[in-house]
């Protein structure tokens, strides 16, 4: 049935405040991948005490409201609910402990049609609890399969562009671990689409599939290695559309266009399946600061 435009619109956020510490910094980072090769420096960083790094990609996991569309007032039909797009800004250097005060609002709903769903973006600033600083800036873009057709619509956000019909200026492949997806889920996400075998079978799924955000981590590793010599402060902001899931243990395939000094755009390729997973990629780029 057709969503509620003013219900969702004005929906209610409390702030969220979570507290981290170096072992949820670490934990995150061996989700995604990194310290895969123990005596790269440049994954060490993200996974040793010594020197420790936020990931700028763990920004999606932290000051995160959680499921509210399973909230039975929102009327949202849940089950048919699909994460479409993920926009993140980064504008400070996060700590590798502290504390976040996440707050979220909705600043879009979008009526695509009776038989053609709804599109719900959802803001999130994540701010250093005792500075006050901003840190990101969060847009998460909610496709809710079932609930088009209630005419009060909001103007769509800027589109993502496609990425260009050339070839990639370069490449950087990946390979997500086996058991990634139970990893991941430790940061927050406890769906059993990611854990538990019969309810993936139900789904359609050969077995639990990775989160997005976490096929977004490995995407936001190859640029900061590939475009960023390693410095993920040259990260400005990474933006991407998911069209397919991921299967533990494939190898991602990356695929940049250099546009510009300070953009890439990019898409995410299974290279065993040849199937495009996040479309639609746009990247900026910070210069690197002078020695």
């Known amino acids: 049935m057709p969503l509620d435009y003013d ?5 209610h956020f409390d702030d969220l405040r979570q507290r981290y510490d170096e072992r949820d910094v670490i934990l995150y980072a061996l989700g995604i991948g990194l310290g895969a090769d123990p005596l790269d420096p440049r994954q060490l960083r993200y996974v040793y005490e010594d020197g420790l790094r936020v990931f700028p ?15 039975p007032r929102t009327g949202v039909t849940w089950t048919h609910v699909v994460h ?36 719900v ?5 994540i701010h250093d609890a005792a500075a006050g ?11 809710c399969r079932a609930d088009g057709g209630f005419g009060h619509s909001d103007p769509p956000l800027e589109p993502l562009p496609k990425v260009p019909g050339t070839q990639a200026d370069d490449c950087c492949e990946l390979t997500t671990l086996p058991q990634g997806a139970l990893l991941y889920r430790l940061n927050g996400d406890r769906n059993p689409l990611h854990a ?27 640029l900061v290695r590939t475009l960023c010599d390693g ?33 890439a755009q990019f898409q ?13 990629g746009v990247a900026g780029l910070r210069p690197a600061l002078q020695p």
């Open 196 to 222: 538990d075998p019969a309810v993936a079978a139900s789904a359609g799924f050969s077995r639990p599939i990775l989160h997005g955000l976490c096929t977004y981590a490995y995407a936001t590793q190859a």
């Open 57 to 71: 990609s763990m920004a999606a996991v932290l000051g995160y409201p959680g499921f509210w569309m399973k909230d």
């Open 7 to 11: 219900l969702i619109r004005n929906w």
């Open 231 to 263: 410095d993920e402060e040259r990260l400005a902001y990474l933006h991407g559309r998911f069209s397919a899931p991921v299967l533990p243990g494939e190898t991602l395939r990356v695929e940049f266009w250099r546009s510009r000094p300070d953009l």
């Open 133 to 143: 600083t901003l840190l990101a800036t969060l847009q998460q873009v909610t496709f």
């Open 84 to 119: 479409g797009e993920q926009r993140i800004h980064y504008h400070a250097r996060f700590p590798s402990r502290g504390e976040v005060t996440g707050r979220s609002r909705i600043t879009h709903v979008i009526d695509k049609g009776a038989d053609k769903g709804a599109l």
């Open 121 to 125: 973006v959802t803001e999130r600033t």
């Open 268 to 280: 995410v390729r299974v290279k065993e399946r040849d199937v495009i997973v996040l479309s639609h």
